[in-house]
């Protein structure tokens, strides 16, 4: 699986729109971009994931660029409550041979501010 | 709520003592894991069960011995643990055969070696 670089920290006002940004140079064609967050003393949350397409749920967006080589996951009011460390994995889909696998890097620590 | 359940939430034992920890998954998934997250580290993965077998051991000392007995219950079994054992460990459970499944994690189990 490729691997994924974040900045290891960011902060955020709370309201505003936190953009929080992946490099994946390595990207293979049939790997998906995933999105988990982990708030102290809980598991990781699973946020949103992606092929090419942009992607939006009701937590927030994923904006893959056209080359697939970055992403930016976008969450569009931050709160207090979202501070936590957000990770960005890239894994091949399931039917491709692979167990399912994540392979965890140490994320983005986003503290959002009042 | 994620659909994951593990128990304890935490659990403090001796190196010479056999405990078990539970995981369960009312999500209806084919797939479970392991992981285990160390102070300051990234998550590691250790097993995955893929419709109960077991398809990848992350090299896990013997003294990690995990059960699946269907695919709803995912057990760890540990004995003889050594201090560096001390950790949160996490279940997790995928549909897995379908494009881009996601992970589910429970809360963890806090586990201290005395």
């Known amino acids: 699986d490729a691997k994924t670089t974040q900045p290891p920290s960011m902060d955020c006002a709370e309201g505003r729109a936190a953009n929080l940004p992946c490099n994946h140079s390595?990207?293979?064609?049939?790997?998906?971009v995933y999105w988990y967050r982990q708030i102290h003393s809980q598991g990781p949350q699973y946020i949103i994931h992606?092929?090419?397409n942009n992607e939006t749920n009701e937590m927030a967006s994923l904006i893959i660029t056209e080359d697939r080589k970055s992403s930016t996951l976008i969450l569009p009011h931050a709160t207090l409550r979202d501070t936590a460390v957000y990770y960005c994995?890239?894994?091949?889909?399931?039917?491709?041979?692979?167990?399912?696998?994540?392979?965890f890097g140490q994320g983005t620590t986003l503290q959002v501010k009042p | 709520e994620t659909g994951v359940t593990q128990t304890p939430r935490h659990l403090v034992m001796g190196m010479t003592n056999k405990k078990s920890l539970k995981c369960e998954q009312h999500?209806?998934?084919?797939?479970m894991y392991w992981y285990k997250q160390s102070a300051k580290k990234p998550l590691e993965l250790m097993f995955v069960?893929?419709?109960?077998?077991?398809?990848e051991n992350n090299s896990v000392p013997s003294r990690f011995s995990p059960e699946c007995p269907n695919s709803s219950h995912l057990f760890l079994h540990l004995h003889t643990l050594q201090p560096e054992d001390s950790a949160l460990y996490l279940c997790?459970?995928?549909?897995?055969?379908?494009?881009?499944?996601?992970?589910?994690f429970g809360d963890g189990t806090r586990l201290s070696i005395l």
């Open positions: 997790a459970s995928s549909q897995e055969g379908g494009a881009g499944a996601p992970q589910h």
């Open positions: 390595t990207i293979s064609g049939n790997e998906y």
């Open positions: 992606g092929l090419k």
């Open positions: 994995i890239v894994r091949v889909g399931p039917g491709s041979g692979n167990t399912g696998k994540l392979i």
């Open positions: 999500l209806g998934h084919n797939a």
């Open positions: 069960y893929n419709f109960k077998e077991q398809t």
